[in-house]
């Protein structure tokens, strides 16, 4: 089984690890930690359905779900999601080509039912919000690990968890959050709690992890939440049906089956 | 026609139920459509619309069923069957046979190679793209090998442009120096294997650039007008001179090379389409001419670009269409350029979108301006309030429908 940075939507909140031996604090960087946080294997291909909940101030919710499917491949990691709901976007789908070169930008289309065409996107706006909800592409895993200078400037102990508390600054100045502080567990390397900073240094959002099980043998990320603290609107999303390492086909990931479907 | 139309609601309840019951997966549209003139304040648009997809998919085969009810007024009922069609599924090919609508090509809103499906040009322009798409009856094989496709389309059924009649507010009759009479018995073109159509595309879909190649041996869907002149004793002016026209409507065979491309620079998409036209015949004055047609080839082209910073997405086109061996006695400009641009703007989580959307004609300065909000009350129910505007020179395509200017609302329930 290979070992990859989280690089997609897919597998962005899919966060797996075996429990790697436990090492001190003090041998590590912030950015040896959440280096392995990026690098734990999340298993060479995977397939779940992702309902994502999109919930306003008053409380009203709005639902999206996405049948999607990701494959390790030998230098690249190509994923595709099929929306199966609103019932306006049903049948669109999206296909992502992450490279394991840092240089080279993702590929990334777009498939529109009603219009029976299949587009090329740009992928270089990873601060868009994902189909409105309060996650970016950034945040649901397109980022890379030297985007950020990481810095460790604690350890917390909470319900009687160790966590290493890292605060990861962008180095380019222009991007839209200032900092960003995570609480990431000792034994599993999980992070389970991140703030995000706005430009202005207020902070803007709270990732929470919920839930995460093990399944065939990985931990997986089930259930997480993005509150806007600002606007106080949240997203959450849960991962269901999930099955890793199926030996999917390579042929999954090409227009053909964007067109045609699940 | 209330009778007709009650018959096939009749007829679309049941289908659907016995259809669910086989679980087929039923999904679609229901919209208001009303539009209102500014130039008179008339209701140029009263329409509801019932878009209904029956689909069924399997591991090996599927089918698709697509129709489409439009009401307009109290009881003028429109029904199509937009596309009916069964899919194979092999290793390394499909097949798809059946009524299909097909899409070819790079560019947005412009038709280079987009040229399989004919288009319904009843409200001009202003329908949703897959709204004017006619299905044509076709059989389609894919095959694929790598990132490649090879995709033939033989179509044995011919289908044409279809355009506005006496009496809509889209038909502009062409002026003619003397009373003209139509002979429509060449129009039809006979289902037949001499008369069928085949087009070949090969595409390719990698991580620098996607990029086609097509050709086309088929009908101009437009059809050429040869006109007979009848010279005899004009009782006006009392001189013998030109006292009528015979007009016969006639397609003629087109052959169609070319190829699109799209990549990405950074944040930008760019994009062309070409395609090469073999065949076309344009009217033209020359009095020497037969039937007043003209045989040019001519050639059409964009080139675009599409770029998206945070929730604003921004895109231009330039399209031209280019006539070898020009003479000025050709009813067209030898260059016809256009361009288009659109500006797009997501607010409030995606739930508001507003949107700039406008042809311009650079020959002659006219232009269609399509300005539209879009608010989304819930995920299944949207109300759209736009307007379509017409300015410019009266000459060009755009400037002719001034008169036609209108405000909009669309009121859209998801199913």
Not at chain 1, 31 to 43: A, M
Not at chain 1, 49 to 66: E, H, P, V, Y
Not at chain 1, 176 to 194: P, V
Not at chain 2, 32 to 42: A, H, P
């Amino acid at each position: 089984m290979k070992t990859k940075k989280i690089t997609t939507v897919l597998v962005a909140i899919i966060i797996a690890t075996g429990f790697t031996s436990q090492i001190m604090a003090q041998e590590l960087s912030g950015r040896e930690i959440v280096e392995k946080v990026y690098n734990l294997p999340t298993g060479d291909d995977q397939t779940s359905d992702l309902t994502m909940t999109l919930i306003n101030k008053s409380g009203k919710k709005r639902i999206r779900k996405i049948k999607q499917f990701t494959k390790d491949m030998d230098n690249m990691e190509k994923s595709i999601m099929f929306f199966q709901s609103p019932a306006d976007v049903k049948n669109t789908s999206f296909m992502n080509w992450t490279y394991d070169d840092d240089s080279k930008s993702d590929d990334q289309w777009i498939y529109l039912p009603a219009l029976k065409k299949t587009k090329r996107i740009s992928s270089d706006s990873k601060s868009d919000y994902f189909m409105g909800s309060d996650f970016t592409y950034d945040d649901l895993g397109d980022r890379k690990l030297d985007d950020d200078t990481h810095k460790l400037i604690g350890t917390e102990t909470i319900d009687g968890v160790d966590y290493y508390l890292v605060e990861s600054t962008p180095k380019d100045e222009e991007y839209m959050y200032s900092k960003t502080k995570t609480w990431i567990r000792k034994d599993i390397f999980i992070g389970l709690k991140k703030e995000f900073y706005d430009e202005d240094e207020e902070l803007l959002k709270i990732l929470h992890i919920k839930k995460f099980e093990e399944i065939s043998g990985l931990m997986i990320i089930t259930k997480s939440e993005m509150h806007n603290v600002q606007k106080n609107h949240k997203t959450t999303m849960v991962l269901s049906d999930i099955e890793i390492n199926t030996g999917m086909s390579d042929s999954k990931f090409t227009e053909r089956m964007m067109m045609r479907g699940m | 026609m209330k009778t007709k139309g009650f018959l096939i609601a009749i007829i679309l309840l049941t289908t659907s139920q016995f259809i669910m019951a086989q679980g087929v997966d039923i999904n679609g549209f229901a919209r208001n459509y009303t539009g209102i003139l500014y130039e008179n304040g008339e209701f140029n648009m009263l329409q509801n619309t019932l878009n209904l997809n029956f689909e069924k998919m399997g591991d090996r085969v599927a089918f698709k069923a697509n129709p489409m009810l439009y009401l307009y007024g109290i009881d003028s009922l429109d029904f199509r069957l937009r596309e009916i069609y069964l899919d194979l599924y092999f290793d390394n090919f499909d097949i798809r046979v059946g009524k299909q609508q097909i899409v070819w090509g790079k560019a947005d809103g412009v038709f280079i190679t987009d040229i399989v499906s004919p288009l319904n040009l009843t409200e001009f322009l202003l329908p949703d793209f897959d709204e004017i798409r006619i299905g044509v009856y076709a059989a389609k094989i894919d095959y694929y090998f790598g990132n490649s496709t090879i995709e033939l389309i033989w179509k044995p059924v011919y289908a044409g442009n279809e355009f506005p009649g006496p009496g809509s507010i889209w038909y502009k009759p062409p002026e003619f120096p003397a009373p003209p009479t139509f002979d429509y018995s060449k129009e039809k073109i006979n289902p037949s294997l001499e008369n069928s159509e085949v087009y070949l595309k090969y595409s390719l879909s990698s991580s620098a650039i996607d990029f086609d190649l097509m050709g086309a041996y088929t009908w101009d869907q437009t059809p050429s007008m040869y006109v007979e002149k009848e010279f005899g004793f004009d009782t006006v002016t009392n001189q013998p001179g030109l006292t009528g026209l015979l007009i016969t409507p006639e397609h003629h065979r087109l052959n169609v090379v070319g190829g699109s491309f799209t990549s990405t620079i950074k944040s930008f998409v760019v994009r062309g389409e070409i395609a090469y036209y073999n065949g076309k015949y344009f009217q033209t004055t020359d009095p020497f001419a037969e039937g007043a047609l003209s045989q040019n080839d001519y050639l059409h082209y964009v080139v675009g670009v599409d770029y998206g910073v945070g929730h604003l997405k921004l895109s231009a086109q330039f399209i031209q269409k280019y006539i070898m061996d020009y003479n000025d006695l050709i009813d067209e400009e030898e260059f016809g350029n256009t361009m288009t641009f659109l500006a797009r703007y997501d607010a409030m989580r995606e739930t508001l979108h507003l949107e700039l959307f406008s042809y311009v004609g650079l020959n002659y300065g006219d232009a269609l301006i399509r300005p539209k909000v879009t608010y989304d009350f819930s995920d299944s129910f949207s109300i759209i309030l736009g307007s379509n505007i017409f300015v410019g020179d009266e000459r060009g395509m755009f400037g002719r429908y001034d008169d036609n200017s209108m405000i909009y609302t669309k009121i859209k329930y998801y199913f």
